[in-house]
């Protein structure tokens, strides 16, 4: 079973896409949809509102297209709290889950795609170390 809504850490994922958000320093405004960051504050809020932890068509929707250049460290300390939030469900992982559709954002924004994720965070990340040994030892430190 994936996370229920009452486990997710809303303030966390809320402040973590806050410390990547570059509307203030480049953006001007946000372009919601074609945004990493501000297609993730919408699927958040969204959630929270109908208390649930699935985005309809959420992977499926990602703006892969977004090119902006996000700060590193930020995006590493936001899938590593997103891992810490994941449940671990192996099997029962499906990609609309919130915690996965933001995990994928912020890996599009690192990596240029959304990585590999089999619904175990140890595998995935063994998995980034063939991809950025780098990133995957930040991500695994923080």
Excluded at 67 to 72: C, M, P
Aim: glycine letters at 4%.
């Amino acid at each position: 079973m994936g996370i229920l809504s009452n486990e997710v850490n809303y303030n966390n994922l809320k402040h973590n896409l806050n410390q990547c958000c570059l509307e203030n320093f480049s953006c001007k405004h946000c372009n919601k949809r074609n945004c990493l960051i501000g297609y993730s504050k919408i699927n958040i809020y969204n959630c929270m509102k109908n208390n649930i932890t699935y985005v309809e068509n959420g992977f499926d929707n990602i703006p892969v297209s977004d090119t902006k250049i996000y700060d590193t460290h930020s995006l590493v300390v936001a899938i590593a709290d997103i891992l810490k939030q994941c449940r671990s469900c192996k099997e029962d992982h499906f990609n609309n889950c919130l915690i996965n559709v933001l995990r994928s954002c912020y890996e599009v924004a690192l990596f240029g795609e959304p990585q590999e994720y089999d619904g175990n965070a140890l595998s995935y990340l063994k998995n980034l170390q063939n991809i950025n040994k780098n990133i995957a030892d930040k991500i695994f430190i923080e």
